[in-house]
């Protein structure tokens, strides 16, 4: 944010998502209150953090099975957890930061959106291409589009992974028509969940998140890159909460617990599920760990 070096240690902690060595530690700006993660890995060594098995890279993939059908689509829209909610648009053209494998670019290619995509990881990127999609591979400080004028920009828990998010922010607001849309989802570490797990807090992922935002924290980045913020949504959601309680279980000895509490990627129903309505209360006081942001370019 351009403030001066005047931090304060909040936590430490290590990578509890793919068991990488390291331990760091997050501190807090006093000028500005953003939190970002210290050490932090460089843009060249950063790579070390997303294997090929990173399970975003996995969980995005184009497959049969990821076409909802008619009773599944009716579920989530009822049990709507804002995650990727967006305006009510016609479809134009979208970019979306940090594609990962496509499913997302699938979803909106299907309604009728014009789709490109940037994503970091080339195995990634490559299954998304694979799939008829077109996808710049690079961090997106680096790439440079040949074309611009998009109407809707989007990037689900990305932004907490920029080295540089103002930069980055002013390059999305230079490639965005005017009345864009900007949407990114980010953690939220002044929710309840961060409150009750400090370093066990799932969405915490150091090292790999170098920035921890708030909603007090996000608005004056996006002010300050051109973006006017419009909506802060509290996600309703608690998967980082259980998620959490699930390290929680691992350090107590808990494992064959953990597995029951958190559930395996192929479960149809998982246990946070069933407490969608304790989300709805939590998402409502503004309490959840999750935040989706609309901003737009005036």
Wanted: glycine content about 10%.
């Amino acid at each position: 944010m351009g403030c001066e070096t005047d931090d304060e240690p909040v936590l430490q902690g290590y990578d509890r998502i793919n068991g990488l060595p390291g331990d760091y530690q997050v501190v807090r700006c006093r000028s500005c209150g953003l939190l970002r993660t210290d050490p932090r890995p460089t843009a060249d060594t950063i790579g070390f953090y997303y294997p090929d098995d990173y399970p975003p890279y996995l969980a995005t993939r184009i497959s049969p099975a990821s076409r909802r059908s008619g009773l599944k689509e009716g579920l989530r829209k009822l049990l709507d957890t804002r995650a990727q909610a967006i305006p009510a648009l016609t479809p134009g053209r979208m970019l979306e930061i940090g594609c990962a494998s496509g499913s997302y670019l699938h979803r909106m290619s299907s309604q009728g959106w014009d789709v490109t995509g940037i994503e970091f990881s080339p195995q990634a990127a490559e299954m998304a291409r694979r799939n008829g999609y077109n996808v710049y591979t690079g961090a997106l400080e680096s790439v440079d589009l040949q074309q611009a004028g998009f109407d809707l920009l989007v990037g689900w828990m990305v932004l907490e992974h920029l080295h540089d998010p103002v930069a980055s922010l002013r390059k999305l607001y230079e490639w965005a028509k005017p009345g864009a849309w900007l949407v990114v989802s980010v953690p939220n570490i002044d929710s309840l969940e961060f409150r009750l797990f400090k370093q066990r807090w799932h969405a915490l992922q150091l090292p790999s998140h170098l920035y921890h935002y708030t909603p007090r924290t996000i608005g004056p980045m996006l002010e300050k890159t051109g973006w006017h913020l419009h909506t802060i949504h509290h996600q309703r959601v608690l998967s980082s909460l259980f998620a959490s309680l699930g390290h929680l279980l691992d350090e107590k000895g808990y494992p064959g617990l953990r597995r029951w509490v958190v559930g395996e990627p192929g479960d149809r129903i998982r246990m946070h599920q069933l407490f969608y309505p304790l989300a709805l209360l939590v998402a409502a006081a503004g309490q959840s760990g999750r935040m989706t942001v609309w901003a737009r370019k005036q």
